[in-house]
């Protein structure tokens, strides 16, 4: 995903007054909203915007040529998204370049952190809501001016604010869980399932009847990853919510933990009820095969919604929460594309311009809403592709059923540790290595378990 850079020249006699008028660099206040759980909004049901929530920061003319950096930690549905935005400031901020690096957020996304702490970091850096916790504890991470935060609805803001100070922007969001054929389904008679023992049915069913149960592509370990994460907020950190605390102080271990098993070892239901060349299968290959009918389900998040409809506008697809061992299953929300902040920048008012085009221009962000076929996380914007998930997720939020899984990945982070346990599944699923290894290896990495 690694996208060129824009060569421009900065000009040497900058001041950091000359952009001034596009909003104050000074310390903001918190949302008052500290919920834990995600928005029960869906697209469809975002609330109006603040009265003052549309008022724009005056930008002052100015002649001053600025270049800012942006590290951008893309997911698969995110590649183009720069151009759009490109396009968007140079119309009100002609001034104003963004030198883009853009890179797959799975799996260079931290290291390149990491280098760039040593380094300097960028102006902008784009990842997820999980990243704030990993950085800005360390802080490098410069506060969000609250006139762009008053834009973005309340409980977006509540995993990235630390100590009453909020550290991201919660840009759109990414519903996870199991989508099913729905026309299939109705031909089967199958209803969701609530239960193991429901989904169970249906995979004898699918079985006996020569269709697939699910579409799956472990080639990617980052979809390993993923679902595990999705298997154990159901089963272990929606009854847990500080296992990972836990962890840490020698209280609960992968080895003894029935729970965390249990989520590690629905990756071998899958696997043993997918095709055969699963670990050979590309991300868009796989989407293209639960589209033609060639499996009922794919454990996946809003990333895949992307292709399905590119393959066939007309797919009639829903989605539920792969069911858990107590029958409570919600759906999994997470906040996606995160916009982050240099502490150290000298070109804070050129970035708040930046931010008022990101969250005040409603084109730009329907434009990128209908292109990555995310949620909205502003207020009053609605996206315009047609989403036959759509009810289903309403549903949910209506009744109660959503759980932020950042909380999940706050607890045991990404970067360094569930990648690298997606790995040691792999293994597992392919004979090199036994189960009880993988969760040996999970105990064995407890200190990059913890962003701090």
């Known amino acids: 995903m690694k996208k060129r850079l824009l060569s421009v020249v900065l000009s040497t006699a900058m001041i950091a007054s000359v952009l001034s008028g596009c909003g104050s660099s000074g310390e903001t206040q918190a949302p008052a909203d500290t919920q834990e759980s995600a928005p029960a909004q869906s697209e469809e049901s975002a609330p109006a915007a603040a009265e003052d929530a549309d008022k724009e920061p005056a930008a002052e003319a100015s002649d001053e040529e600025v270049t800012l950096t942006v590290l951008a930690g893309q997911s698969t549905t995110d590649a183009g998204i720069e151009d759009m935005i490109d396009e968007a400031l140079a119309e009100k901020y002609p001034n104003i370049t963004l030198e ?85 389904f109705a031909e089967n008679g199958w209803e969701i399932p609530k239960t193991m023992d429901d989904l169970q049915a249906i995979i004898d069913d699918c079985n006996a009847k020569g269709i697939i149960p699910f579409a799956s592509h ?52 899958i696997f043993d009820n997918t095709y055969p060349e699963t670990f050979s299968t590309e991300q868009t290959d796989c989407d293209a095969r639960m589209v033609l009918g060639e499996a009922a389900m794919k ?77 909205a996380m502003l207020k009053d914007v609605t996206p315009t592709f047609a989403n036959p998930s759509q009810a289903d997720i309403d549903q949910y939020a209506a009744d109660g059923m959503i759980v932020d899984v950042t909380l999940g990945n706050n607890q045991l982070v990404w970067g360094g ?18 189960f009880e290894d993988a969760l040996k290896a999970s105990d064995g990495r407890v200190d990059a378990s913890s962003a701090n």
């Not at 797959?104 to 300097?120: A, T």
């Not at 834009?151 to 990235?160: I, Y």
């Not at 922007?169 to 990414?174: D, F």
């Not at 540790?417 to 036994?434: C, M, S």
Request: with cysteine.
């Open 299 to 375: 454990v996946s998040g809003s990333w895949s919604i992307q292709n399905f409809l590119d393959i066939d506008e007309n797919f009639n697809f829903g989605i539920f929460p792969f069911p858990n061992q107590t029958g409570d299953s919600k759906l999994i929300f997470e906040p996606n594309i995160t916009i982050m902040t240099s502490a150290s920048s000298e070109h804070q008012d050129a970035i708040n311009c930046v931010l008022d085009v990101l969250t005040g221009d409603k084109d730009l962000a329907v434009e990128i809403y209908d292109y990555t076929k995310t949620a």
């Open 100 to 184: 883009w690096e853009c890179v797959d957020w799975g799996n260079d996304f931290q290291p390149k952190m990491q280098q760039y702490m040593q380094s300097g970091l960028p102006d902008i850096m784009i990842g997820k809501a999980q990243d704030v916790a990993t950085y800005a504890p360390q802080g490098i991470l410069g506060e969000i001016d609250s006139t762009y935060l008053d834009r973005v609805l309340d409980a977006a803001s509540a995993n990235v604010t630390i100590d009453g100070k909020t550290y991201g922007l919660v840009y759109n969001a990414l519903y996870q869980g199991v989508y099913y054929n729905k026309d299939m």
């Open 417 to 434: 540790f569930q990648e690298e346990n997606a790995k040691d599944i792999a293994a597992w699923l392919q004979g090199d290595a036994t």
């Open 218 to 269: 472990m080639v990617d370990t980052w979809s390993i990853g993923n679902v595990t994460m999705q298997f154990a907020m159901n089963d272990v950190f929606n009854n847990d919510p500080t296992w990972g605390d836990k962890f840490r102080a020698g209280e609960v271990s992968f080895s003894d933990s029935k729970e965390f098993q249990t989520a590690y070892e629905y990756n071998k239901l």
